[in-house]
């Protein structure tokens, strides 16, 4: 059962830089999220998406940008890379139907470092 | 805004021992889910445990319970019989029942050890 697959797991960026991290799920979940984690923090929501086409901005969106072309895949894109950008990063993603729990499910994050 | 607090930035047990970790909110919701979700070393964040606000009933889960105390705004974590593998960062989480999903609000986080 892959759940949430997150790629890269690490990567340095000089800054300036662009990259995308990738997120895809394979559990037909309407509902998908980028967090940060920054050191000794919880997670804090980045973007957020309640279905294919449809994004909106979590508490921290400045600097990233967002899609979901399809259900299953929500990439997160960061422009012009910053130092303050380093992070650990979780996508997550959860059910919204009927009997939801509220509980999301997360990969194994993607560790960033801006140089 | 709704806030959630860990007052224990880190807490050591020993194996088999039992082990308290403390979360307080503050919310003007009446319906809310609450959770605690643990993050190993490898990093995932796997879910713990979950509560329904409107249950008065305490979660339990195998060696994992939870003491709700809705008008004090308190959600400990119990961890009985303690093992080496519940070793790991435990987050203490909120969110608005039907508001904008999956917008978890997170505590800072406890580091638990347990010690053989």
């Known amino acids: 059962n892959a759940g949430v697959t997150q790629t890269p797991k690490f990567r340095i960026l000089k800054i300036g830089q662009s990259m995308t991290l990738q997120c895809t799920q394979d559990?037909?979940?309407?509902?998908m999220y980028w967090y940060r984690q920054d050191p000794g923090m919880g997670l804090k929501l980045i973007y957020y998406?309640?279905?294919?086409?449809?994004?909106d901005k979590g508490e921290v969106p400045n600097g990233y940008n967002v899609s979901r072309s399809t259900t299953e895949d929500f990439p997160l894109r960061l422009e012009l890379a910053a130092p303050s950008q380093t992070s650990v990063y979780f996508c997550?993603?959860?059910?919204?139907?009927?009997?939801?729990?509220?509980?999301?499910?997360f990969g194994e994050g993607s560790r960033l470092t801006v140089l | 805004a709704q806030t959630v607090t860990q007052s224990q930035p880190e807490m050591s047990v020993q194996e088999a021992e039992t082990v308290t970790l403390s979360c307080t909110y503050d919310?003007?919701?009446?319906?809310?889910?609450l959770f605690w979700y643990k993050q190993p070393p490898s990093r995932q964040m796997i879910l713990v445990i979950r509560q329904e606000a409107y249950k008065q009933q305490n979660a339990t889960e195998n060696r994992f319970s939870v003491n709700f105390q809705k008008a004090a705004k308190s959600f400990s974590l119990k961890i009985s019989d303690s093992q080496l593998g519940d070793t790991a960062m435990y987050f203490c989480a909120f969110m608005n029942y039907g508001g904008s999903q999956g917008n978890l609000i997170f505590g800072k986080g406890t580091k638990l050890s347990v010690k053989p």
């Open positions: 997550a993603s959860s059910y919204s139907g009927r009997g939801n729990t509220g509980e999301l499910f």
């Open positions: 998406s309640v279905g294919a086409g449809i994004t």
């Open positions: 559990m037909n979940h309407n509902y």
């Open positions: 919310t003007s919701e009446s319906n809310y889910y």
